[in-house]
């Protein structure tokens, strides 16, 4: 299995913020990665596919970058509705397999 | 609008057995695989397996293999999850989610959970 380890695993910012995820994979997995927001009660969102491709309807803030093993995601001035858990997830090769999360909570 | 709708939440005793489903709406339901996420309550993502619905191909986590079977049944747009013999370890949310993509894959859209609660 490959395994998905992102940082930090929480992380306190506040609105307007510049925030930066970051996801790291254990072997390379080019860019076979995604991203994905999920709310308490809700099921996850995607954001962000093969690495830097912004999934339509999510807002221009958020962006991808990275290939191999190295990987963010980052919000460029943080709103409210963007206080979530943020996952990381590879599609390079079954088992597929997410990183722990990133829990985002308002300052 | 492509659309996952889940069944409802289930409480259930340790040994009892169980089938959720999740079926596809607004796209062709043989074009993308669907995939079965588990979420135990606070904790993070873990992935199933998945089936193809247009032969019922499947493809498991070493984690859930011979644990769950995930099904398909293409005359319905259904995918099913199901347990032979529950226990309390299997308390979680399950979502499924459509794999999406050509050469490289992603998840979208997601069903909205069914939360199975295994007590005695």
């Known amino acids: 299995d490959i395994q998905m380890t992102q940082s930090p695993s929480s992380l306190s910012a506040s609105l307007g913020d510049r925030v930066t995820i970051t996801c790291r994979a254990g072997q390379s997995i080019s860019s076979y990665l995604n991203w994905y927001q999920q709310k308490p009660g809700k099921a996850p969102k995607l954001l962000i596919y093969a690495a830097s491709n912004l999934q339509s309807g999510v807002p221009s803030r958020f962006s991808g970058s990275g290939s191999g093993t190295d990987f963010t995601l980052t919000i460029s001035s943080l709103q409210p509705e963007d206080f979530a858990t943020y996952y990381c997830q590879q599609s390079y090769s079954t088992p597929y397999t997410f990183g722990q999360g990133t829990k985002l909570e308002i300052k | ?120």
């Open chain 2, 1 to 120: 609008e492509v659309l996952l709708v889940q069944s409802g939440a289930e409480v259930k005793k340790p040994g009892e057995s169980l089938r959720i489903s999740c079926k596809g709406s607004g796209y062709s339901f043989t074009n993308y695989w669907i995939s079965w996420v588990r979420q135990v309550p606070g904790k993070g993502l873990e992935w199933m397996g998945r089936v193809d619905p247009t032969d019922s191909y499947t493809n498991y986590s070493p984690s859930f293999q011979g644990h769950v079977t995930i099904s398909a049944d293409k005359s319905i747009s259904t995918a099913y999850l199901q347990w032979s013999s529950l226990k309390a370890s299997d308390t979680a949310m399950y979502y499924c989610a459509t794999e999406i993509g050509s050469s490289t894959n992603w998840f979208d859209p997601w069903g909205q959970g069914t939360l199975v609660t295994v007590s005695s």
